[in-house]
């Protein structure tokens, strides 16, 4: 079993950069919004199994996975769905005209952007994330495969080919 290391890589500023520029990968975006909304998926942990299988040939092992998952689940629930339920619902009424509506979803924006950037420094913070040590590519699949498979029973088609797609989109960079 391996272990992340805690080297200047993982520094919030550094990972965070990372995310915004996957997120703007085509594809990236859409695939990731799917998972969020049809299976629960979050966001940030996606991204952040992704940079593990990727970038440092880390799959990570089910404990490991349901323990982070666990303490993100908090953060999650209390702060980000929330905010991101308060910026739809502002959105709407700011499509139906609503002109406080369209000053405050913009403000909502950077503030769920805000709680998504503080849930990736509780993951960074993680001690003792363990896994397999793996070609990235295969790394990077087993992570997404194995962290879908806890949101939905079995994984259709689309999402290997959904799968598949991120991880060249995270080789690209």
Same mark, same amino acid.
């Given at each position: 079993?391996?272990?992340?290391?805690?080297?200047?890589?993982?520094?919030?500023?550094?990972?965070?950069?990372?995310?915004?520029?996957?997120?703007?990968?085509?594809?990236?975006?859409?695939?990731?919004?799917?998972?969020?909304?049809?299976?629960?998926?979050?966001?940030?942990?996606?991204?952040?199994?992704?940079?593990?299988?990727?970038?440092?040939?880390?799959?990570?092992?089910?404990?490991?996975?349901?323990?982070?998952?666990?303490?993100?689940?908090?953060?999650?629930?209390?702060?980000?769905?929330?905010?991101?339920?308060?910026?739809?619902?502002?959105?709407?009424?700011?499509?139906?005209?609503?002109?406080?509506?369209?000053?405050?979803?913009?403000?909502?924006?950077?503030?769920? =952007? +805000? /709680? #998504?950037?503080?849930?990736?420094?509780?993951? *960074?913070?993680?001690?003792?994330? !363990? %896994?397999?040590?793996?070609?990235?590519?295969?790394?990077?699949?087993?992570?997404?495969?194995?962290?879908?498979?806890?949101?939905?029973?079995? =994984? +259709? /088609? #689309?999402?290997?080919?959904?799968?598949?797609? *991120?991880?060249?989109?995270?080789? !690209? %960079?």
């Amino acid at each position: 079993m391996a272990a992340v290391s805690t080297s200047s890589k993982h520094r919030l500023d550094t990972v965070w950069a990372y995310f915004l520029d996957l997120y703007a990968r085509p594809g990236v975006k859409e695939t990731c919004l799917d998972w969020q909304d049809r299976l629960g998926a979050d966001v940030i942990l996606l991204l952040w199994l992704l940079r593990l299988g990727a970038e440092d040939g880390l799959a990570v092992d089910d404990v490991s996975l349901r323990r982070v998952d666990e303490r993100m689940k908090e953060w999650r629930m209390s702060a980000i769905l929330p905010i991101r339920d308060a910026r739809r619902a502002a959105g709407k009424l700011a499509k139906a005209g609503d002109r406080d509506a369209s000053s405050l979803y913009p403000r909502l924006k950077r503030v769920e =952007l +805000a /709680a #998504e950037r503080m849930a990736l420094r509780r993951l *960074l913070l993680e001690d003792g994330v !363990a %896994g397999q040590r793996l070609p990235e590519q295969l790394a990077a699949t087993a992570n997404l495969e194995r962290y879908l498979g806890t949101l939905a029973e079995g =994984l +259709a /088609a #689309e999402e290997r080919t959904a799968i598949a797609r *991120l991880v060249s989109a995270a080789e !690209a %960079g």
